[in-house]
């Protein structure tokens, strides 16, 4: 049965192009079949609804982390805090430090993903031109350089370095 609702739910949103009835029959499937195992799959599929149909971010980012906190092995649990984190950061809600926690989270669960990279300069990023937090910058570029040397991630750290306006950090980052 679960199946066969979770079916109707996805025909409601690809095929037939009814987000309001998506939603209903997702969120009345997740409350009737509470601890079904193959709620992983419905709470992915609301959170896209809510992230692509429904431009509810807010909901959609809340669906993300209960997807992966609730699923963590799930085959999308990967790709569920990266949109998380992408919503809080630039896709609308703007909370740069829980994007931080969240780009985090995901390198620390997956430190050999081939993307791991790009959240750790990610964070760097966010330290260093959202919240002004230098050192943590310079930090996070010298763990993304561990993860995938190169020239650029070296350029953004000295930037970092130059901004504390601290001589011997500067000095440093140019060694």
């Not at 993307?115 to 996070?140: E, H, P, W």
Request: charged content about 30%; proline content about 3%; glycine content about 2%.
């Amino acid at each position: 049965m679960h199946g066969t609702w979770l079916h109707v739910a996805k025909l409601f949103r690809h095929t037939l192009g009814k987000p309001k009835e998506a939603e209903k029959e997702l969120t009345s499937l997740l409350t009737r079949y509470e601890k079904h195992a193959n709620n992983s799959e419905a709470l992915w599929e609301l959170a896209q609804l809510y992230h692509l149909n429904l431009k509810n971010i807010r909901k959609a980012q809340e669906t993300y982390v209960r997807l992966y906190t609730e699923f963590p092995k799930y085959k999308h649990a990967d790709q569920a805090i990266v949109h998380s984190a992408y919503l809080l950061e630039d896709g609308g809600i703007r909370d740069w430090a829980k994007a931080i926690t969240e780009y985090r989270k995901y390198a620390d669960t997956y430190p050999k993903a081939k993307d791991t990279y790009d959240r750790l300069a990610r964070i760097a990023y966010l330290n260093r031109d959202r919240l002004n937090q230098y050192q943590n910058a310079i930090d996070y570029y010298d763990k993304a350089f561990a993860a995938k040397p190169n020239p650029t991630i070296l350029w953004e750290k000295a930037t970092a370095a130059e901004r504390t306006g601290k001589n011997d950090i500067k000095r440093a980052a140019y060694t």
